[in-house]
Nanobody, 131 residues
Framework: QVRVMESGGGSAQAGGSLRLSCEVS??????????FGWFRQTPGKEREAVAH?????????ASSVKGRFTISQDNAKSKTTLYLQMDNLQPQDAATYYC?????????????????????WGQGTLITVSS
């Protein structure tokens, strides 16, 4: 069973930085294609895409975070660790951040920016940003 677990949430001041990590593990077969991503959500609003990366290292960013956030990954034999480096944080970045994983498809093969297609989600990690 695939497991997705985020860590690294916390508080920062505006202009500061935080780094989120997400460990995706538990797959028992060779994975050729995948799309992993970060989403965020605030109370009363829909979950929105932040950044995505696929097995080829192709990345995509929401316009609101482009140039400030960087997604990266570290592949090991039976797990992948996903990172989200968040620089120049702004109060509007405060949210619960979720890590999501979809296997057997690259990000370009489906509407990767929508939450619905993703089969595996972490529990979320809260980010607060003070002005």
């Amino acid at each position: 069973q695939v497991r997705v677990m985020e860590s690294g949430g916390g508080s920062a001041q505006a202009g500061g930085s935080l780094r989120l990590s997400c460990e995706v593990s538990g797959y028992t077969r060779r994975i050729r294609y995948y799309c992993f991503g970060w989403f965020r959500q605030t109370p009363g609003k829909e979950r929105e895409a932040v950044a995505h990366i696929d097995n080829e290292g192709t990345t995509n960013y929401a316009s609101s975070v482009k140039g400030r956030f960087t997604i990266s990954q570290d592949n090991a034999k039976s797990k992948t660790t996903l990172y989200l480096q968040m620089d120049n944080l702004q109060p509007q970045d405060a949210a619960t951040y979720y890590c999501a994983a979809l296997y057997d498809m690259k990000c370009a093969g489906f509407p990767y920016h929508l939450p619905a297609p993703y089969k595996n989600w972490g529990q979320g990690t809260l980010i607060t940003v003070s002005s």
